[in-house]
T-cell receptor, first 113, second 108 residues
Framework: AQSVTQPDIHITVSEGASLELRCNYS??????LFWYVQSPGQGLQLLLK??????LVQGIKGFEAEFKRSQSSFNLRKPSVHWSDAAEYFC???????????FGQGTTLQVKP | DVKVTQSSRYLVKRTGEKVFLECVQD?????MFWYRQDPGLGLRLIYF???????EKGDIPEGYSVSREKKERFSLILESASTNQTSMYLC???????FGEGSRLTVL
């Protein structure tokens, strides 16, 4: 069965430090992969997506993610974290290009001043 | 910008009440979805729809039904609310999922 795993439930980084959030997926075919961010009390906002082509994708707010087929991973990175990046981050895989997504459990990011 | 609007941000209902959660999108998307979000469980798909009057069960449809009479509107219905349906409900539309701000439902 398809699944998405975010191994880190909670991560704390200092402002200005680099960030990497991990995501592993289990899916038989070529996946469509997404990262979303959710601020407290809000809906989810799309950060970036991978459908095909270049395995390093750029998103909004300075985020990027790299698709590694051999590792079944799609990790999210940011070179320098800002206090406003504190939020919950969700990785998701789509079953075909349908919008029917399976989400990971989420990683909560805390940013220390 | 795509806008997905959920009619109620916060609701408090009693056990056994019928609850309607409304969602409207303004981008002519064919696909619409209802997810439930609970701490530690992430988002779980309740129902989705690929067209007017069409619906398909997601992973946790029990206790819920949906209605899609018009393309822009997708309603989630709790026929008889129970306390274990206390949760955040998120509506989304499109192939890349544009989300509404969520409806936090408390069932007493």
């Amino acid at each position: 069965a398809q699944s998405v795993t975010q191994p880190d439930i909670h991560i704390t980084v200092s402002e200005g430090a680099s960030l990497e959030l991990r995501c592993n997926y289990s899916y038989g075919a070529t996946p469509y992969l997404f990262w979303y961010v959710q601020s407290p009390g809000q809906g989810l906002q799309l950060l970036l997506k991978y459908f095909s082509g270049d395995t390093l994708v750029q998103g909004i707010k300075g985020f990027e993610a790299e698709f590694k087929r051999s590792q079944s991973s799609f990790n999210l990175r940011k070179p320098s974290v800002h206090w406003s990046d504190a939020a919950e981050y969700f990785c998701a895989v789509s079953l075909g290009n349908t919008g029917k997504l399976i989400f990971g459990q989420g990683t909560t990011l805390q940013v220390k001043p | 910008d795509v806008k997905v609007t959920q009619s109620s941000r916060y609701l408090v209902k009693r056990t056994g009440e019928k609850v309607f959660l409304e969602c409207v999108q303004d981008m002519d998307h064919e696909n619409m979805f209802w997810y439930r979000q609970d701490p530690g469980l992430g988002l779980r798909l309740i129902y989705f729809s690929y067209d007017v009057k069409m619906k398909e069960k997601g992973d946790i449809p029990e206790g819920y039904s949906v209605s899609r009479e018009k393309k822009e509107r997708f309603s989630l219905i709790l026929e008889s609310a129970s306390t274990n349906q206390t949760s955040m409900y998120l509506c989304a539309s499109g192939r890349e999922l544009f989300f509404g701000e969520g409806s936090r439902l408390t069932v007493l």
